[in-house]
Nanobody
Framework: QVQLVESGGGMVQTGGSLRLSCVASGRTFTTYSMGWFRQAPGKEREFVARVHWSSDTPSYSDSVRGRFTIFRDEAKNTVHLQMNSLKPEDTAVYYC???????????????WGQGTQVTVSS
């Protein structure tokens, strides 16, 4: 029902910046939130940032707060993650995620992008 396509990943030096983008298509009329998770090799997938769609309220993990900024373009069904002051510890596959509300009395559905690699060299 929903497709998420990420872009903007790549390689950057420590202290550099990168901007990730995620475009949602399909049935997006009931978006509850969109955000980003990341997964480094051998580690669990972890929450990075999220924006509540209707209120445009962002949330961040402690590890990225102050360095990353999430913002949305509602008209384009797009969410961006501006990553500044990047560290080697930020190296991971970054996944766009969306939570879509279901009908009343039904659970929400989560959707995931394919992932985009971010590598921060020391």
């Amino acid at each position: 029902q929903v497709q998420l396509v990420e872009s903007g990943g790549g390689m950057v030096q420590t202290g550099g910046s990168l901007r990730l983008s995620c475009v949602a298509s399909g049935r997006t009329f009931t978006t509850y939130s969109m955000g980003w998770f990341r997964q480094a090799p051998g580690k669990e997938r972890e929450f990075v940032a999220r924006v509540h769609w209707s209120s445009d309220t962002p949330s961040y993990s402690d590890s990225v707060r102050g360095r990353f900024t999430i913002f949305r373009d509602e008209a384009k069904n797009t969410v961006h993650l501006q990553m500044n002051s990047l560290k080697p510890e930020d190296t991971a596959v970054y996944y766009c995620a969306a939570r879509m509300l279901g009908a009343p009395g039904t659970p929400a559905d989560d959707y995931w992008g394919q992932g985009t690699q971010v590598t921060v060299s020391s």
